[in-house]
Nanobody
Framework: QVQLVESGGGPVQAGGSLRLSCVASGGAFSTYRMGWFRQAVGKEREFVAYISRHGGITNYADSAEGRFTISRDNAKNTVYLQMNSLKPADTAVYYC????????????????WGQGTQVTVSS
């Protein structure tokens, strides 16, 4: 059983930045593809970014490309999401998730999920 704990969310003004962290425990972190997803009120959970097991491959949603950066530190069992130039449309609960090396941008590809961290961007 893998446990994930996200942190780093909060209120921010449009144009600002936040860095989300997700610490994993209970598993072999370096063997997992890690993803970030988000869910706004009244909307379905959507893909934000994923990173391969050793960080060599990353993939972003169009909405995140050029503004967000996913990274990981396997020595710390932690995955990060640096978010810059934030917009009100980025307001959502952000979740990290554990996948396999075959995981794509679909939530169903991911097995374990954190509890989420709220990001609120004001205009």
């Amino acid at each position: 059983q893998v446990q994930l704990v996200e942190s780093g969310g909060g209120p921010v003004q449009a144009g600002g930045s936040l860095r989300l962290s997700c610490v994993a425990s209970g598993g072999a972190f370096s063997t997992y593809r890690m993803g970030w997803f988000r869910q706004a009120v009244g909307k379905e959970r959507e893909f934000v970014a994923y990173i391969s097991r050793h960080g060599g491959i990353t993939n972003y949603a169009d909405s995140a490309e050029g503004r967000f950066t996913i990274s990981r530190d396997n020595a710390k069992n932690t995955v990060y999401l640096q978010m810059n130039s934030l917009k009100p449309a980025d307001t959502a609960v952000y979740y990290c998730a554990v996948g396999s090396k075959y995981s794509t941008n679909r939530p169903v590809d991911y097995t374990y999920w954190g509890q989420g961290t709220q990001v609120t961007v004001s205009s």
